[in-house]
């Protein structure tokens, strides 16, 4: 049972424009939602995050946005640079106990940026 | 900056053997984790941590088990190694409280032949 789902493997992009990574899930006591991005030989690191009470997070060139009644969140990457290429997860989060908050992860969506 | 260390990057372990995986935070992080990152499952979470002596299982705990002796330090231990434990072992440490992210480490790729 996928509860987080990023249904694109793959995405190729033209340097310059915007990348629009995509991510849905199911569990509605979600309340934290995260994207991380993956380098090979490295480990996740954090991107951008957003509360469940808020519908758009920016932080410099990424933009979260988060549909509720869809169960579907979004990251925007404008402009779009070589750097960008790697691999993105999106993960929610639910709490736990004694303050610990459980992540689950989507695939991954492998992103390439073209010159 | 967060510093999460995980004390190999790549093991070759036999079918049987116990295998160690350690992991080392320096925030002074309450929680810490273990996922294994297979392809196209994304990352499943094994063990947890919140506090020193304190374990609870992930989704995938079975063959597995953790030892948390100090704060600081979240140890993976696979029990008697098999072929289906070869994958991308990642540790992640995050603060207490809520809408914290998870920090993590670069990953141990373990094969076990």
């Known amino acids: 049972d996928q509860q987080v789902k990023q249904n694109s493997p793959s995405l190729s992009v033209q340097e310059g424009r915007i990348s629009i990574l995509n991510c849905d899930y199911t569990?509605?006591?979600?309340?934290?939602f995260l994207w991380y991005k993956k380098y090979p030989a490295e480990g996740p690191t954090f991107l951008i995050s957003?509360?469940?009470?808020?519908d758009k997070n920016e932080d410099g060139r990424f933009t979260v946005f988060l549909n509720k009644s869809a169960k579907h969140l979004s990251l925007h990457i404008v402009p779009s640079q070589p750097g960008d290429s790697a691999v993105y997860f999106c993960?929610?989060?639910?709490?736990?106990?004694?303050?610990?908050?459980?992540?689950?992860f989507g695939q991954g969506t492998r992103l390439t940026i073209n010159p | 900056d967060v510093k999460v260390t995980q004390s190999s990057r790549y093991l070759v372990k036999r079918t049987g053997e116990k295998v160690f995986l350690e992991c080392v935070q320096d925030m002074d992080h309450e929680n810490m984790f273990w996922y294994r990152q297979d392809p196209g499952l994304g990352l499943r979470l094994i063990y947890f941590?919140?506090?020193?002596?304190?374990?609870e299982k992930g989704d995938i705990p079975e063959g597995y088990s953790v030892s948390r002796e100090k704060k600081e330090r979240f140890s993976l231990i696979l029990e008697s190694a098999s072929t289906n434990q070869t994958s991308m072992y990642l540790c992640?440490?995050?603060?207490?409280?809520?809408?914290?992210?998870?920090?993590f480490g670069d990953g141990t790729r373990l094969s076990i032949l």
């Open positions: 993960a929610a989060s639910s709490p736990i106990l004694q303050g610990a908050q459980k992540l689950v």
């Open positions: 569990n509605s006591m979600f309340d934290y």
């Open positions: 941590s919140y506090d020193v002596k304190m374990k």
């Open positions: 957003i509360s469940s009470i808020k």
């Open positions: 992640a440490s995050s603060p207490g409280g809520t809408n914290q992210p998870q920090h």
